[in-house]
T-cell receptor
Framework: DAGVTQTPRHEVAEKGQTIILKCEPVSGHNDLFWYRQTKIQGLELLSYFRSKSLMEDGGAFKDRFKAEMLNSSFSTLKIQPTEPKDSAVYLC????????????FGKGTRLTVV | QQKVQQSPESLIVPEGGMASLNCTSSDRNVDYFWWYRQHSGKSPKMLMSIFSNGEKEEGRFTVHLNKASLHTSLHIRDSQPSDSALYLCAAASNMGYKLTFGTGTSLLVDP
């Protein structure tokens, strides 16, 4: 029973580069979330999809962050162009479409921008 | 601004001691609370959920919820070194779908 799969686990990018992070949700889950985690800000929601439709795009993260979900089993998060302040752990999570259901997280991608 | 506040920011308890963690939401629409645990270098995993007023116990872990004050607390008795982790509180409304997380309490159990 596969959980949420994220690739790559680690990414090092130079400032100004474009990077794409990938996520496969738990099979059958309709909700998919992208979070960014830092020690100072904690977990911040970047994007939320329900049944492949973008429900929320994280406001402040709109300009350089773009999440897509081309099919129900795959999502990408593109950061373009990257900046050093984007260095963080990016977590993908999925759940069924009920408000009181558990959210399952992937192992995350640690991004370092130099 | 942060709608889910957790305290304390960090906590050290001796092995075998009691750890008490707090969480309050400022969103009056919140109906559901979860506690997630995240060990260093790992992803968050759900520890307990609570949706009704009162108390819920699972082994060494007890969660309380007061819906009127939108306050939940997590208590860990007989704390073990393996309990050392970041504890994240999350909340959601019955109209919503997304979890809003607090910044967490970092617990260290001192052997």
């Amino acid at each position: 029973d596969a959980g949420v799969t994220q690739t790559p686990r680690h990414e090092v990018a130079e400032k100004g580069q474009t990077i794409i992070l990938k996520c496969e949700p738990v099979s059958g889950h309709n909700d998919l979330f992208w979070y960014r985690q830092t020690k100072i800000q904690g977990l911040e929601l970047l994007s939320y999809f329900r049944s492949k439709s973008l429900m929320e795009d994280g406001g402040a993260f709109k300009d350089r962050f773009k999440a897509e979900m081309l099919n129900s089993s795959f999502s990408t998060l593109k950061i373009q162009p990257t900046e050093p302040k984007d260095s963080a752990v990016y977590l993908c999570a999925s759940s069924s479409d009920r408000a009181n259901t558990e959210v399952f997280f992937g192992k995350g991608t640690r991004l370092t921008v130099v | 601004q942060q709608k889910v506040q957790q305290s304390p920011e960090s906590l050290i308890v001796p092995e075998g001691g009691m750890a008490s963690l707090n969480c309050t939401s400022s969103d009056r629409n919140v109906d559901y609370f979860w506690w997630y645990r995240q060990h260093s270098g790992k992803s968050p995993k759900m520890l307990m959920s609570i949706f009704s007023n009162g108390e819920k116990e699972e082994g060494r872990f007890t969660v309380h919820l007061n819906k009127a004050s939108l306050h939940t607390s997590l208590h860990i008795r007989d704390s073990q070194p393996s309990d050392s982790a970041l504890y994240l509180c999350a909340a959601a409304s019955n109209m919503g779908y997304k979890l809003t997380f607090g910044t967490g309490t970092s617990l260290l159990v001192d052997p």
